[in-house]
């Protein structure tokens, strides 16, 4: 039957050695693959990130370019609100038609003519006739003027009416460029507000690896440190081995060195012999099998 070798402390020592390195290395493969999967999402989001402030950019010249619309809409606006005023004081200064008038006046004018030339007349009776076409005349002359002002209003309210809807016309015309830019501007907003969601979930899951590559290469760092430990252990033994071994020799040489000098006889060198076997057997280097 064949006697089982125990295994020595130096033998238990690299066996633990070994498996501390072979736990530390499993853990730092283990910890790698949560550092490449935290590095891929921080790549998407930085791609992303990259997107979005495009976005934003554009964004933000829509806005400026709608803004800048916005400013001349309501410049046009505000000029046409001018001239309605302008017009309403305008008309204000109307009186009324003064064609009637004018008519009624050249209707008497003409029969106080007539009577003047067809009806014979006392000197007394002509006279104021004469002083009644006068002041008629007079009249007439004055409203004729003041329908000449009227016509020129007239035509002026009418080129302010042109003005007006060529202003609120050009003024629709910038309002449907602010409500085309606007659109566009909020289009590219809701994209950002999106891509900011994509970049929150994407930094909550990356932290949430980098927190997992953390831990695990601490431990593996806690293995590591255990493994070095062992291996001053292991390669503490060997050289407490070698010294032993090396005091083990000298020993056997100086015994060899005295046996040929002091030990002549056979006697002497069986019991120089047996002394050298019992400090073998002592320091542990000869076993004795039964």
Do not use: C, W, Y
């Not at 001349?72 to 064609?99: D, M, P, T």
């Amino acid at each position: 039957m064949v006697r089982r070798k125990e295994k020595t402390e130096l033998d238990q020592a690299e066996i633990k050695l070994e498996s501390l390195i072979q736990k530390r290395d499993a853990l730092n493969a283990e910890a790698a693959v949560f550092r490449e999967e935290r590095d891929l999402l921080n790549k998407q989001k930085k791609e992303i990130a990259d997107q979005m402030r495009s976005l934003r950019a554009e964004r933000d010249r829509l806005v400026d370019e709608m803004r800048a619309h916005r400013d001349q809409r309501n410049e046009l606006q505000r000029k046409a609100r001018e001239l309605i005023e302008l017009k309403r004081k305008v008309r204000g200064q109307l009186h009324g038609s003064i064609s009637g008038e004018v008519d009624r006046l050249r209707k008497e004018v003409k029969g106080l003519e007539m009577r003047q030339q067809t009806m014979p007349l006392k000197l007394e009776e002509e006279n104021a006739l004469l002083d009644d076409l006068r002041d008629k005349l007079k009249e007439l002359k004055s409203l004729e003027h003041l329908r000449s002002e009227q016509d020129k209003i007239g035509r002026e309210v009418r080129d302010l009416d042109g003005s007006i809807t060529d202003l609120f016309r050009a003024a629709d015309k910038e309002h449907e460029l602010v409500v085309k830019l606007s659109d566009e501007a909020k289009a590219r907003h809701e994209k950002i507000v999106d891509l900011v969601k994509q970049i929150a979930g994407l930094t909550a899951d990356a932290d949430k690896k980098h927190e997992e590559f953390v831990k695990i290469r601490t431990r593996a760092d806690e293995f590591h440190q255990k493994a070095m430990e062992m291996r001053e252990r292991v390669l503490g033994i060997r050289n407490e081995q070698r010294s032993e071994i090396r005091e083990a020799r000298n020993l056997l040489r100086q015994q060899n060195l005295t046996v040929r000098k002091e030990l002549l006889d056979d006697r002497k060198l069986d019991r120089a012999a047996e002394e050298a076997l019992q400090l073998l057997l002592k320091k542990g280097r000869v076993e004795m099998k039964g």
